[in-house]
């Protein structure tokens, strides 16, 4: 078969100095029978680097590579990419061109000297075995369907006319440097093509035939399976191509118009509104889904961010937010909120319209006291609602930036567009995006070594709320285990100045009292998983929830010394704690998602989603008075895939750094004070 192929050997006299600047790489696994033919004609045609990268052969390829002189490397990770790949490892200073081949004996090697013509003025050449009746009449039905469609839809994503995704491929060195080649398995050419189109390379396919292989069975076209994965990859790494060029208009598309449904239906005490805000909070979640594919710009992503909680805002707030007006306003009139609830006698003078709608009205504050005097200063300034929400989304859209500056526009676009996120705070009015701006900020000091300022901000995360606890917790740890006992100490204090300097101030005013609702905290179901899990088997403990302290404190515990990065235990301590407590609302899931923006974990995106499920419990108290649970449906919809996603996440990563393919998302070098 070779021998037609050499029938023009004019390479062997055609640019000789262009011809020492080829380095050909070709991917080999089981080719035995084929690889010697393919190396001589290489050689033949005055190609005198030729690296053949044996990609986990049991046959004895690599050995009669090199007896026709070729050099051999070895690559045990299975997949066409990842052989291509390392075969441009450690390219000599004199290569400037790249040239990649199948080891099958499949392509028409004959035509290099046209390949060498054209590459006088494109930098990047590609053989187009759909031009000639030679190679149609070779391919599968499949192929050729394949290499219709595929070059079809890189015409529509970038408006560039491709014919084939043929193996034989000529590319400058350069411009293969700049493309930065990820996929490491069957959608290799296709990106490669799809990158060219990205980066303006010139580029030209030169008609070339298409061979049988004379021994052995193809690992694409030589079995269906082979076929589908083949063509799925290819298909995927479009799609990814698409998004990334179309991505984000999409998202915005899809996030503006769900957005647009949720704003007129935030008043869930309205029968049917939930079912409304349901239906947009999916239309959002698929933007959601498109952004986490698309390239974001910094101006994009700001764009898109404000825009969504600009939607937003206008909403009918949650409940909590009046509480929060109320507990700051009734300090100013001299009353502690710790010893007064909402519906005491004494309170009957402050009848400001909102009153009706704070929840619990018979319950006492249940709030740290550092947040009850953030509360007292914000009513003194106004006790407007529109004044508080925008504070709360201030708070948002700066972990939003911190986010986007740390990680990038694309890691900082899952949170800043979760469509869970955006309503928490722009809609609902919760504060916990206060809670997030100081946890970022700990975290971020951390990671910069400034592990001082990392507990100050910690110690104010936790006057915010008290789940900020374990953060600081393992910074201590951490520093003790550096041996820097002194900065532990000192951090210490730190943290947990804004908390005690906060209770003293109740404390000298009116003495002991409690800081949470007991009955609250007793007794409250929501959402919970594992404490479900219990009450299935053992009825009773259904309001024994102050069991599940311990064994979280034992998780605790037993997780600071095992975990090394701030985000891995940020993220494993708030799904543990999610999923032992008691009283889950869908809000405190944002918590852990700016975690992911480091760690790439799956499952707090897809919780950005699924916990949507949690506002059923609204649709069903304002039909009547219910039980405030989800049924076993819906709790499954909502953290079966939150789970999945965690173990899927943790297992891919485990596999990358195995393979030495990842690095940790952040270097946890603590240095200064």
Known sequence: MLVRQLACPSGLLFAPGMLSTILAVI????????????????????????????????????????????EVISEARAGYGQACWTGTRELPSEVEWILFCDADGS???????????????????????????????????????????????????????????????????????????????????????????????????????????????????????GTVMAGTIILSTLGQFFLARFGVGISLLFMV?????????????????????????????????VSSFSKW???????????????????????????????GLVQLHGHNPYLVPPAADALDGLDVWWRAKINHPDLAAGYPPFMLLVFAGLAAISTSLWFFKSLLVVADLGVCYLLARKFGPDRGAWYALSPLVVYSFAGGGHFDSLLLLAMVLGWFAWVEG??????????????????????????????????????????????????????????TRDGVHKLAPVEMVAFARS?????????????ATAQMNTIYLVPFAVFVVVLIPRRKNFARFGEDVYLGLFAISPAVHA???????????????????????????YFILEHRQALGPSLWRLSGVEWGVMWFPILVAFAYSRWRGHVARTAGHQHPPEAETSRAG
Not at 111 to 136: Q, Y
Not at 594 to 610: D, K, Q
């Open 587 to 613: 809000w405190y899931f944002t918590w852990a998602i700016p975690f992911s923006a480091a760690t790439g974990n799956l499952a707090f995106r897809v919780a950005g989603i699924t916990v949507g499920i």
């Open 27 to 70: 991917p080999a696994r089981n080719e035995e029978g084929n690889i010697a033919e393919v190396v001589r004609a290489l050689l033949g045609q005055g190609i005198t680097r030729v690296r053949v990268v044996d990609n986990g052969s049991t046959d004895r390829t690599a050995e009669v590579a090199r007896a026709a002189g070729a």
């Open 257 to 289: 118009a769900g957005g647009g449904l949720m704003m007129p239906h935030g008043d869930f005490a309205v029968p049917g509104n939930v079912l409304w805000f349901l239906g947009g909070f999916a239309v959002a979640s698929i933007g959601y889904v």
């Open 527 to 539: 959402a919970e998983f594992l404490p479900r899990i219990v009450e299935w088997l053992a009825p």
């Open 450 to 507: 400034k592990s001082l300022r990392a507990c100050v901000w910690l110690g104010l995360a936790i006057g915010v709320k008290y789940v900020a606890a374990p953060l600081l917790a393992f910074v201590l740890w951490r520093l003790l285990r550096a041996g820097r006992w002194r900065f532990a100490l000192l951090g210490a204090i730190l943290g947990i100045l804004p908390w005690t300097l906060s209770l003293s101030w109740f404390w």
């Open 107 to 225: 392509d028409d090697l004959g035509e290099i000297p046209a390949f060498l013509e054209s590459a006088k003025s494109h930098d990047f050449v590609l053989g187009n075995r759909m031009a000639t009746a030679e190679g149609r009449a070779v391919m599968s039905p499949a192929q050729r369907f394949g290499n219709w469609l595929a070059p079809a839809l890189l015409w529509l994503i970038f408006g560039r006319r491709f014919r084939d995704l043929g193996p034989m491929r000529l590319i400058r060195r350069e411009a293969y440097e700049a493309i930065g080649m990820r996929d490491r398995g069957f959608g290799w050419t296709v990106e490669m093509q799809a990158r060219a189109c990205e980066l303006g390379l010139k580029s030209e396919e030169i008609p070339v035939r298409y061979f049988k292989r004379r021994t052995g069975v193809s690992k694409v076209s030589g079995n269906l399976r």
């Open 297 to 327: 710009s910094w101006a994009g992503l700001v764009f898109a961010a404000v825009v969504v909680r600009i939607l937003a805002f206008p909403m009918t707030p949650g409940t909590d937010v009046w509480r929060y007006m109320w507990e």
